[in-house]
């Protein structure tokens, strides 16, 4: 039964679609798209001689004389600039990287300090300890 129901869906879906095309090209059979290319006011613009154009269109340019030692010494002193920016930059993080070494090595040295002290401490409080059992 499902099987029947399935084809007659099938049929009726194909049977729909076959009525619409048909409804859709009565419609616009009337209506062809070589009417659309029949006005003359697209082609108007295409009559121009382009040897005519080319003429016209050279002296109507303005050009501008280029100066390459201009652009030669820009780009030299251009070069020249980033150099010392560079420099610049080198020795600032030279003397932040002295400065975090400095720091370093001086907390280095208060831990080291540190951790004797307590390590003398500690043993310091264990001869005390020592000395008091034994009496």
């Given at each position: 039964m499902a099987k029947k129901f399935g084809k007659f869906l099938m049929f009726t879906a194909f049977a729909g679609?076959?009525?619409?095309?048909?409804?859709?090209?009565?419609?616009?059979?009337?209506?062809?798209?070589s009417d659309d290319f029949d006005d003359d006011d697209d082609?108007?613009?295409?009559?121009n001689d382009p040897e005519d154009d080319a003429a016209e269109d050279d002296s109507a340019r303005n050009y501008v004389a280029l100066d390459l030692e201009k652009a030669e010494n820009a780009a030299k002193d251009a070069a020249k600039d980033v150099a010392?920016?560079?420099?610049?930059?080198?020795?600032?993080a030279?003397?932040?990287?002295?400065?975090?070494?400095?720091?370093?090595?001086?907390?280095?040295?208060?831990?080291?300090?540190?951790?004797?002290?307590k390590v003398e401490e500690f043993f310091d409080d264990d001869d005390e300890d020592n000395s008091a059992d034994s009496i």
């Open positions: 679609a076959a009525v619409a095309g048909a409804y859709y090209y009565l419609q616009n059979k009337n209506s062809s798209c082609f108007d613009n295409f009559d010392d920016a560079a420099k610049d930059a080198a020795d600032v030279k003397e932040t990287a002295k400065d975090a070494v400095d720091a370093a090595k001086a907390a280095a040295k208060d831990v080291a300090e540190t951790a004797e002290a």
